[in-house]
Protein backbone atom coordinates (compact mmCIF):
# COMPACT_ATOMS: atom_id res chain seq x y z
CA UNK A 1 0.00 0.00 0.00
CA UNK A 2 0.95 3.62 -0.16
CA UNK A 3 3.33 4.77 2.66
CA UNK A 4 2.09 7.71 4.78
CA UNK A 5 4.45 10.90 4.76
CA UNK A 6 4.22 14.55 5.91
CA UNK A 7 1.98 16.60 4.32
CA UNK A 8 4.04 19.02 3.13
CA UNK A 9 2.10 22.43 3.03
CA UNK A 10 1.51 23.51 -0.52
CA UNK A 11 1.34 27.19 -2.14
CA UNK A 12 0.51 27.60 -5.42
CA UNK A 13 1.33 30.87 -7.57
CA UNK A 14 1.35 32.31 -10.57
CA UNK A 15 4.34 33.15 -12.47
CA UNK A 16 5.32 36.69 -11.36
CA UNK A 17 3.13 37.13 -8.73
CA UNK A 18 4.79 37.23 -4.93
CA UNK A 19 5.30 34.39 -2.57
CA UNK A 20 4.71 34.71 1.35
CA UNK A 21 5.99 30.89 2.89
CA UNK A 22 5.16 31.36 6.64
CA UNK A 23 7.02 29.31 9.38
CA UNK A 24 6.63 29.15 13.20
CA UNK A 25 9.36 28.48 15.42
CA UNK A 26 9.91 26.89 18.57
CA UNK A 27 12.58 28.10 20.95
CA UNK A 28 11.89 31.68 22.09
CA UNK A 29 16.01 31.45 22.82
CA UNK A 30 17.02 31.24 19.35
CA UNK A 31 19.19 33.71 18.02
CA UNK A 32 19.68 32.91 14.23
CA UNK A 33 17.35 31.49 11.83
CA UNK A 34 17.65 30.70 7.98
CA UNK A 35 15.77 29.63 4.80
CA UNK A 36 16.74 26.52 2.88
CA UNK A 37 15.44 26.27 -0.85
CA UNK A 38 15.21 22.47 -1.80
CA UNK A 39 15.07 21.28 -5.22
CA UNK A 40 14.29 17.69 -6.49
CA UNK A 41 16.97 15.16 -5.76
CA UNK A 42 19.37 18.01 -4.32
CA UNK A 43 20.12 19.04 -0.61
CA UNK A 44 18.96 22.15 0.95
CA UNK A 45 20.71 25.74 -0.25
CA UNK A 46 20.92 28.82 1.40
CA UNK A 47 18.47 31.45 0.58
CA UNK A 48 18.55 33.96 3.39
CA UNK A 49 19.44 34.92 6.54
CA UNK A 50 18.55 36.62 9.85
CA UNK A 51 20.02 37.21 13.35
CA UNK A 52 17.56 37.45 16.44
CA UNK A 53 18.16 41.30 16.68
CA UNK A 54 16.75 42.23 13.73
CA UNK A 55 13.46 41.84 11.98
CA UNK A 56 13.85 42.59 8.55
CA UNK A 57 16.28 41.01 6.12
CA UNK A 58 16.60 41.70 2.18
CA UNK A 59 18.25 39.85 -0.41
CA UNK A 60 18.25 39.46 -4.04
CA UNK A 61 14.19 38.66 -4.95
CA UNK A 62 13.75 37.67 -1.30
CA UNK A 63 13.02 39.06 1.98
CA UNK A 64 12.61 37.50 5.78
CA UNK A 65 10.95 39.13 7.98
CA UNK A 66 11.08 38.07 11.98
CA UNK A 67 8.17 38.82 14.59
CA UNK A 68 9.64 37.37 17.79
CA UNK A 69 6.65 38.48 19.68
CA UNK A 70 4.56 35.75 18.18
CA UNK A 71 7.25 33.45 17.12
CA UNK A 72 6.80 33.58 13.07
CA UNK A 73 9.12 33.63 10.20
CA UNK A 74 8.46 34.75 6.41
CA UNK A 75 9.57 34.49 3.70
CA UNK A 76 8.89 36.60 1.08
CA UNK A 77 9.88 36.06 -2.48
CA UNK A 78 9.24 38.93 -5.36
CA UNK A 79 7.75 38.06 -8.97
CA UNK A 80 8.11 34.13 -8.49
CA UNK A 81 9.87 32.13 -11.32
CA UNK A 82 9.01 28.76 -12.34
CA UNK A 83 12.88 28.71 -10.86
CA UNK A 84 11.86 29.11 -7.08
CA UNK A 85 9.53 25.78 -7.36
CA UNK A 86 11.06 23.66 -4.30
CA UNK A 87 10.42 22.44 -1.08
CA UNK A 88 11.31 25.79 1.57
CA UNK A 89 11.98 25.24 5.09
CA UNK A 90 12.80 27.40 8.15
CA UNK A 91 15.46 26.45 10.42
CA UNK A 92 16.32 27.94 13.92
CA UNK A 93 19.63 28.19 15.60
CA UNK A 94 18.52 27.18 19.61
CA UNK A 95 20.93 28.15 22.72
CA UNK A 96 21.62 25.85 25.01
CA UNK A 97 23.78 25.81 28.06
CA UNK A 98 26.89 28.19 27.60
CA UNK A 99 25.18 30.43 24.80
CA UNK A 100 24.54 29.42 20.95
CA UNK A 101 25.02 25.97 19.64
CA UNK A 102 25.45 25.12 16.03
CA UNK A 103 22.88 22.87 15.83
CA UNK A 104 20.05 23.83 13.68
CA UNK A 105 15.97 22.86 14.01
CA UNK A 106 14.71 22.26 10.75
CA UNK A 107 10.34 23.07 10.01
CA UNK A 108 8.48 20.29 7.84
CA UNK A 109 8.92 22.62 4.74
CA UNK A 110 6.72 24.49 2.20
CA UNK A 111 6.19 23.21 -1.45
CA UNK A 112 6.44 26.48 -3.08
CA UNK A 113 4.69 25.77 -6.57
CA UNK A 114 4.76 28.05 -9.39
CA UNK A 115 2.53 28.41 -12.46
CA UNK A 116 3.63 29.60 -15.94
CA UNK B 1 35.37 25.47 -4.07
CA UNK B 2 33.63 22.03 -4.39
CA UNK B 3 31.43 22.21 -1.66
CA UNK B 4 30.47 19.45 0.55
CA UNK B 5 31.23 16.29 -1.25
CA UNK B 6 29.49 12.87 -0.60
CA UNK B 7 29.58 9.64 -1.39
CA UNK B 8 28.60 7.28 -2.87
CA UNK B 9 25.35 9.03 -4.27
CA UNK B 10 23.19 6.13 -4.50
CA UNK B 11 23.70 2.83 -2.68
CA UNK B 12 21.18 -0.42 -2.88
CA UNK B 13 21.75 -3.19 -0.68
CA UNK B 14 19.88 -5.60 1.01
CA UNK B 15 18.92 -6.08 4.79
CA UNK B 16 21.99 -7.00 7.24
CA UNK B 17 24.70 -5.95 5.09
CA UNK B 18 26.73 -2.98 6.24
CA UNK B 19 26.37 0.45 4.61
CA UNK B 20 29.05 3.03 5.07
CA UNK B 21 28.47 6.64 3.65
CA UNK B 22 31.41 9.19 3.15
CA UNK B 23 31.32 12.98 3.75
CA UNK B 24 34.39 15.21 3.20
CA UNK B 25 33.30 19.13 4.34
CA UNK B 26 34.50 22.32 3.01
CA UNK B 27 37.97 22.86 3.22
CA UNK B 28 38.65 25.53 6.79
CA UNK B 29 34.72 24.41 8.10
CA UNK B 30 35.04 22.93 11.60
CA UNK B 31 31.83 21.57 12.33
CA UNK B 32 29.98 18.39 10.18
CA UNK B 33 26.35 17.73 10.36
CA UNK B 34 25.12 14.33 9.83
CA UNK B 35 20.86 14.33 8.85
CA UNK B 36 18.65 11.90 7.59
CA UNK B 37 15.90 12.76 5.45
CA UNK B 38 12.30 10.49 5.08
CA UNK B 39 8.98 11.54 3.82
CA UNK B 40 7.62 10.31 7.39
CA UNK B 41 10.08 12.42 9.42
CA UNK B 42 11.29 15.13 7.38
CA UNK B 43 14.99 16.72 8.15
CA UNK B 44 16.41 14.96 11.11
CA UNK B 45 19.62 15.51 12.37
CA UNK B 46 21.47 12.30 13.33
CA UNK B 47 25.10 13.89 15.16
CA UNK B 48 27.64 16.45 14.64
CA UNK B 49 30.79 17.18 15.24
CA UNK B 50 32.86 20.22 16.22
CA UNK B 51 36.61 20.23 15.48
CA UNK B 52 36.18 16.46 14.79
CA UNK B 53 34.81 15.83 18.31
CA UNK B 54 31.48 14.46 18.37
CA UNK B 55 29.32 16.84 20.81
CA UNK B 56 25.90 15.84 20.08
CA UNK B 57 24.72 12.48 19.03
CA UNK B 58 21.33 12.37 20.74
CA UNK B 59 19.68 12.00 17.20
CA UNK B 60 21.11 9.00 16.58
CA UNK B 61 18.60 6.39 16.36
CA UNK B 62 20.18 3.17 17.58
CA UNK B 63 23.50 1.09 18.44
CA UNK B 64 23.26 0.14 14.68
CA UNK B 65 24.13 3.52 13.44
CA UNK B 66 27.88 5.09 14.00
CA UNK B 67 29.62 8.07 13.05
CA UNK B 68 32.89 8.67 13.24
CA UNK B 69 35.84 12.15 12.43
CA UNK B 70 39.07 10.65 12.26
CA UNK B 71 40.34 14.20 10.64
CA UNK B 72 38.75 17.54 9.55
CA UNK B 73 38.38 16.29 5.67
CA UNK B 74 37.03 13.30 6.41
CA UNK B 75 33.68 11.93 8.16
CA UNK B 76 31.52 8.61 7.99
CA UNK B 77 28.68 7.69 9.22
CA UNK B 78 27.89 3.65 9.13
CA UNK B 79 24.82 1.16 9.62
CA UNK B 80 25.34 -2.27 10.75
CA UNK B 81 23.29 -4.21 9.74
CA UNK B 82 21.14 -2.14 7.83
CA UNK B 83 17.42 -2.45 7.75
CA UNK B 84 14.62 -1.56 5.65
CA UNK B 85 13.78 1.24 7.61
CA UNK B 86 16.79 2.66 7.28
CA UNK B 87 15.96 3.90 3.31
CA UNK B 88 16.41 7.25 3.40
CA UNK B 89 18.50 10.31 1.60
CA UNK B 90 21.47 11.08 4.54
CA UNK B 91 22.91 14.57 4.17
CA UNK B 92 26.02 15.64 5.06
CA UNK B 93 26.50 19.31 5.99
CA UNK B 94 29.67 21.52 7.28
CA UNK B 95 30.32 25.35 8.62
CA UNK B 96 32.91 27.16 10.18
CA UNK B 97 31.97 27.67 13.64
CA UNK B 98 33.45 30.25 15.96
CA UNK B 99 32.78 32.41 18.95
CA UNK B 100 29.68 35.03 17.97
CA UNK B 101 30.00 33.63 14.28
CA UNK B 102 26.53 33.21 12.45
CA UNK B 103 26.69 31.46 9.29
CA UNK B 104 24.71 29.09 7.42
CA UNK B 105 25.09 24.96 6.76
CA UNK B 106 26.61 24.04 3.19
CA UNK B 107 24.46 20.55 2.49
CA UNK B 108 26.01 18.19 0.26
CA UNK B 109 24.11 16.48 -2.43
CA UNK B 110 22.91 13.53 0.08
CA UNK B 111 23.57 10.04 -0.50
CA UNK B 112 20.00 7.82 -1.30
CA UNK B 113 20.04 4.80 0.34
CA UNK B 114 17.96 1.82 -0.49
CA UNK B 115 17.71 -1.43 1.98
CA UNK B 116 16.00 -4.21 0.33
Known amino acids: GESVGLHLPTLSVQEGDNSIINCAYSNSASDYFIWYKQESGKGPQFIID?????DKRQGQRVTVLLNKTVKHLSLQIAATQPGDSAVYFCAERGSGRGGATNKLIFGTGTLLAVQP | DAGVIQSPRHEVTEMGQEVTLRCKPISGHNSLFWYRQTMMRGLELLIY????????DSGMPEDRFSAKMPNASFSTLKIQPSEPRDSAVYFCASIFSGRGAYNEQFFGPGTRLTVL
Open chain 2, 49 to 56: FNNNVPID
Open chain 1, 50 to 54: IRSNM
